[in-house]
């Protein structure tokens, strides 16, 4: 069982509408990533998180806007994504930025 | 530009032998490695990692061994069982950028019994 919850795991979305992908964990980690993954490649980082501020942006298009309202919890906001943002969108977490990450199950995002 | 590289899509392996999976990277501020599996359907579940401090680490059938001067790594599986089958990724850290995992392209793991 992986103690990074990402939910949903599946989205299938039109691209103008507005969708969430959440993630969660209670390990008391302070740093929280976001991943994308396509098939066949390996996850690329999108976003990093250190103590709820938003530390690394690997220069990613504003249709999605990471949120981290506390320390177990967080968002990755979408509106007008394109039909190539179709991927595994994958959660991570880690006590500090210094440690071995922990992944979620991803969610496996459409776009109509 | 390629910064961390695994050359062999795929082995296969026989059950009960060792299996060895391969990782060079280019960055030299790399400081920090890590191997991570994936089943499909399931994000990656860390494996191990080292420290450029070191040249080995063991936990159980899993040894990474590094060799800095040649910016390579390599994980040991002994012995290999069939619920090892699996994609094996390296990533290595460090930097100014602590906290990014640079991860190679992965090698397709096939145990045999």
Request: charged share 20%.
């Amino acid at each position: 069982d992986t103690e990074v919850t990402q939910t949903p795991k599946h989205l299938v979305m039109g691209m103008t509408n507005k969708k969430s992908l959440k993630c969660e964990q209670h390990m008391g980690h302070r740093a929280m990533y976001w991943y994308k993954q396509k098939a066949k490649k390996p996850p690329e980082l999108m976003f990093v998180y250190s103590y709820e501020k938003l530390s690394i942006n690997e220069s990613v298009p504003s249709r999605f806007s990471p949120e981290c309202p506390n320390s177990s919890l967080l968002n990755l906001h979408l509106h007008a994504l394109q039909p190539e943002d179709s991927a595994l969108y994958l959660c991570a977490s880690s006590q500090t930025q210094w440690g071995p990450q922990h992944f979620g199950d991803g969610t496996r995002l459409s776009i109509l | 530009d390629q910064q961390v590289k695994q050359n062999s899509p795929s082995l296969s392996v026989q059950e009960g032998r060792i299996s060895i999976l391969n990782c060079d990277y280019t960055n030299s501020m790399f400081d920090y490695f890590l191997w991570y599996k994936k089943y499909p359907a399931e994000g990656p579940t860390f494996l191990i990692s080292i420290s450029s401090i070191k040249d080995k680490n063991e936990d159980g059938r899993f040894t990474v061994f590094l060799n800095k001067s040649a910016k390579h790594l390599s994980l040991h599986i002994v012995p290999s069982q069939p619920g090892d089958s699996a994609v094996y990724f390296c990533a290595g850290a460090g930097g100014t950028s602590y906290g990014k995992l640079t991860f190679g392209q992965g090698t397709i793991l096939t145990v045999h019994p």
